[in-house]
Each structure stands twice: as structure tokens, then as C-alpha cells.
């Protein structure tokens, strides 16, 4: 499959789909209970309608935005996908070198089946960490003190996943980690020969972050229940107030959908919250991110940091959320469909897709920088009550 053929984000998708075996795409693809959620957060943004502003010199135009004291080349950076080496052996490096490359950050994922170390030694100047809180703080701790030691610029902390998510496709699929193949399972997979030899030959990802404080003895399916089970659900607000004095750099909140738990993170010092769902995989029932953001932007001011992710697939998409009054946003999907249909290639052809479709949305909507977006003439359901 030669990328450069990819028109957009739903092809590349397509190509994705066709490349995976069903319980792995699947898995990627999938989210919580009956996807609403998921499809809520796609939906959200087809309601936004940006009115153009003709006869403007838009011959000149620039993505540059900075966060967190860093310039990067467009709005938007890869956000933590975990397990992504399940889709495509190293998943993790092909993603991270592919965002340096177009110079965005990358999120590694606590989760990811690469470390802390390998990716930050990659990456270094655009490398942020994600982190779920650990039941045992001193765990917690040393993620803390090994992501700042790799030079992390900035610490993503995922509050959305107090308990596992139902996620049925995985459930009627028997998908469990470590990935184990079963009798159907290999069927499928024989019939996507690429997939299946890169399989063969790598082995089934592991978590390597986290790997170093279960058993070294432990057999990986031990291990990942291990993980599974040291992601708390007590997870409060006196926690994360332990969590700004152990961060010394930038530390956002990810998967805030409140206008009440965005304000509290202010107060309690974090520098950013990042609007998610998670993509709609653990809580079917809750609001799309962009539904939300002009209520938020009002309520913590200019002074914080407003990120959103979930449901992005067109760069209009990451110009609509500009202009409703995000700073920056992440995508996760996106350009995991890339590394899963083609390798870093795919990665490349994603992140290109969503710059080249922002800059025309900034030529054609009449704004010759990211920065005039949020001046933007926009409609939006939760704007225009």
C-alpha cells in the first residue's frame, strides 16, 4: 500500500482495517459500551460552521503555536495511545521519530510497549510523558522523578479511568493482553500475511514502562494483570495536589469533561486540563469534548492551558477547535490508523493529511495565522443558546 495514495483520515482508516486482523483492529478501533460516546465526539465537530472572510491576503500562512514555552510547526501533537506496538511492531518509535520529524510533541503512554528512556532518547526535544496514578504512590513517584530525568516537558495525568471500561467488540472477540491468538483469531490472521509475519517474528508486545515493578519473574500474562490491577480508583483531588509538588515542569489534567473539574484543576495548580473522552472508550454517556470547550475557556480564563483530543479526523477539525478557544489539541486515532496501515510511512501520510487540510481550512476560512482562529465569525450549538 503506498500512503502517498491515502486521501484522508477515514481512507486511511479503510486501509488500516483491511491490513489488521478484526480482533486488533478492533481494539484500536472500538470504544466503550454501545460507541456513542465515539461517535458523539465525530459528530460535534460536523455541528461547528465557520463563516470565511473573503478579499484577506491569506497568501502567507502559518501554523507555528506556542505551548508550554515551545513552538511547534502546527496546533497539534500525538497524543498516548497505549499497547500501539499490538497494531504494528514498533508502533511507539515509528510514531514518536514521525512527530519530531514534523516538529509536534509526542505523548508516550504509561501503558506503551516501549519505555520511558528509549522514546525520551529519541525524541528529546519533543517528548511529553502520560501517566496513570499507581494504587502504590511511590510507584507513582518514580515514574515521576524517571520521566524527568528523561527531560518529559510536559506530565499528562489521565483521570478518566477510575475502573475498566466495557468494551464489547474486545469482549465478543476475546481480546486480552498480552495478545494471545486463538483458533479463530489465526484464521483471520492468515489472511493478512504482513500483520501476521511481523507478529511471528516480534512477539507479543510488552509494557515495558511499567515492566519494571512487577515480579522480573512474572510470566506476561501475569504481568498485565498486574498492571491492570495498580491503576486505582481512589484516585482524588488531595492526590493530585501530591502530584503538583512531585511535577516541577507543566502538569495537565487529561480527561476532563467538566466545566466544575477544569476549574478545581486550576485551583489546585495544574498548568493545563486536556478535554477528552478517551476517545469514547470508558464512558459511553459523557459529553464530546468540543461541546464543552467554549464553557471552559470562559471559566479558567486566558491563564491556563485548554487542550482537546477525541474525535479529531480532519485538520478543520483542529482549526474548529481553535477558534472555540483551544490552545492545542492532541490526536490519537488519527495517526495510530497510519502506523497500523503502513508503518511510519502511514504515520508521515496522517500528519500531513491533517497540515495540509488546517492550512487550507486558514486560507479558505480567511485567516492567514493560527493565531487570528479565535476572532473566527463561528456557529456552535453550545455558543448559540
Known amino acids: 500500500m503506498n500512503p502517498s495514495k491515502i486521501v484522508n483520515i477515514a481512507d486511511m482508516r479503510e486501509a488500516a482495517r483491511r491490513r489488521l486482523p478484526k480482533v486488533v483492529f478492533d481494539y484500536m478501533d472500538g470504544a466503550a459500551e454501545d460507541e456513542v460516546g465515539k461517535a458523539r465526539n465525530a459528530s460535534g465537530f460536523r455541528d461547528i460552521t465557520v463563516t470565511p472572510r473573503y478579499l484577506v491576503d491569506v497568501a502567507e500562512r502559518s501554523q507555528r503555536t506556542e505551548i508550554f514555552g515551545q513552538t511547534f510547526a502546527s496546533p497539534f501533537g500525538l497524543g498516548a495511545t497505549g499497547m500501539a506496538n499490538v497494531v504494528w511492531p514498533d508502533a511507539d518509535v515509528a510514531l514518536a521519530e514521525a512527530a519530531a520529524a514534523a516538529d509536534l510533541p509526542f505523548t508516550l503512554s504509561t501503558a506503551a510497549s516501549s519505555g520511558i528512556e528509549e522514546i525520551a532518547a529519541k525524541v528529546p526535544d519533543h517528548f511529553w510523558f502520560q501517566v496513570y496514578a499507581q494504587r502504590d504512590r511511590n510507584v507513582t513517584g518514580d515514574l515521576f522523578q524517571r520521566a524527568a530525568d528523561a527531560g518529559a516537558k510536559v506530565l499528562m495525568v489521565t483521570v478518566d479511568t477510575p475502573i475498566p ?91 476532563l469533561t467538566s466545566v466544575a473539574d477544569c476549574e478545581l484543576a486550576k485551583t489546585h495548580g495544574c498548568d493545563g486540563v486536556l478535554l477528552s473522552t478517551h476517545g469514547g472508550r470508558n464512558f459511553d454517556t459523557g459529553p464530546a469534548p468540543i461541546s464543552v470547550l467554549p464553557a471552559v475557556r470562559q471559566a479558567v480564563g486566558d491563564d491556563m492551558v485548554v487542550m482537546l483530543d477525541s474525535g479529531i479526523r480532519r485538520g478543520s477539525d483542529i482549526g474548529k477547535a481553535i477558534a ?62
Not at 185 to 200: C, E, K, L, T, V
Not at 233 to 253: I, K, N
Open 324 to 385: 472555540l478557544g483551544a490552545d492545542f489539541c492532541l490526536v490519537g486515532r488519527a495517526t495510530l490508523y497510519g502506523v497500523a496501515a503502513a508503518g511510519r510511512a502511514g504515520v508521515d501520510r496522517s500528519i500531513a493529511i491533517l497540515q495540509d487540510e488546517l492550512d487550507r481550512f486558514l486560507g479558505q476560512s480567511g485567516n492567514p495565522d493560527i493565531l487570528t482562529l479565535q476572532q473566527a465569525d463561528i456557529s456552535h450549538p453550545a455558543i448559540d443558546q
Open 165 to 255: 471500561a466495557k468494551r464489547e467488540r474486545d469482549i465478543r472477540n476475546g481480546f486480552i493482553l498480552p495478545l494471545k491468538l486463538n483458533l479463530r483469531h489465526i484464521a483471520d490472521a492468515a489472511r493478512r500475511p504482513g500483520w501476521s509475519w511481523q507478529f511471528i517474528r516480534n512477539g507479543a508486545p510488552k509494557f515495558e514502562t511499567i515492566a519494571r515493578y512487577a515480579d522480573p519473574n512474572a510470566s506476561a500474562q501475569s504481568l498485565a494483570a498486574f498492571i491492570a490491577s495498580q491503576v486505582t480508583p481512589s484516585l482524588t483531588w488531595d492526590d493530585v495536589g501530591w502530584m503538583r509538588d512531585a511535577w516541577e515542569g507543566p502538569m495537565v489534567l487529561k480527561g
